[in-house]
């Protein structure tokens, strides 16, 4: 049985919310080869939430983490790390089972925020969208600096707490608790997918 993040949390997770389909963007962060170990236990709720949305008609993004020149758009990142995803490498590719269509939008970034150098939130504000769905890898890391930046850019925010994942339970846990705190509603699969199914949103 997976673990029930929600009641781990339950003492921060406070506020209760769900978004609104006309004014809201699916954010898929970083589902790529790299990654695909982290992934994978959380793919088939990242696949559940695409199909969700696309049958509500809200915008599905999907990021991919890169680098083309490190030592040009590394930056500290690359001194943390030591490691890198080369752009146009086999790991930098999104996970074939995503299967991204021609309505949705790809954005590649090098840094841990989505709306670092990317252009998303001219994207977001040109549609009108002022709430996210945030989904993917890492947790504590682009996931949870994105959902923070969005949040200082006056989005409303939809943490999934089992369609985001790292590198163990600890520090998962840890960024649900942070993010409930002072930044996102934090909500399950099934309940979002719930929520949306049911079409009558107040």
């Keep these: 049985m997976p673990p029930d993040y929600l009641s781990q949390i339950d003492q921060y997770n406070i506020r209760n919310a769900f978004p609104k389909p006309g004014r809201c963007a699916l954010l898929v962060i970083d589902m790529q080869r790299y990654f695909f170990s982290i992934a994978t236990p959380i793919l ?8 969700t949305c696309r049958s509500k008609g809200i915008r599905i993004i999907f990021t991919r983490h890169g680098h083309r020149d490190v030592s040009k758009d590394g930056g500290m990142l690359a ?10 490498s086999k790991d ?3 996970i074939k089972a995503l299967k991204p269509s021609n309505a949705d939008v790809i954005i590649d970034k090098n840094r841990y925020s989505a709306f670092h150098g990317t252009g ?16 993917g890898v890492m947790t504590n890391c682009c996931c ?8 200082v850019r006056d989005y409303r925010v939809f943490f999934v707490s089992d369609a985001t994942a790292t590198v163990n339970d600890e520090l998962h846990v840890a960024s649900l608790k942070n993010l409930a705190f002072g930044f996102a ?11 949306l199914a049911k079409g009558n949103y107040t």
């Excluded at 998303?120 to 989904?135: H, N, Q, V």
């Excluded at 509603?185 to 929520?195: F, K």
């Design 44 to 51: 088939g709720n990242v696949l559940s939430i695409i199909e």
């Design 79 to 88: 001194k943390w790390w030591g490691d890198q995803i080369d752009y146009g």
């Design 92 to 94: 930098w590719e999104l």
């Design 120 to 135: 998303l939130d001219e994207i977001l504000k040109s549609r009108k969208i002022d709430e996210i769905i945030i989904t």
């Design 144 to 151: 949870e600096t994105t959902a923070r930046d969005a949040f």
């Design 185 to 195: 509603y934090i909500v399950s699969t099934e309940q979002l997918c719930g929520y």
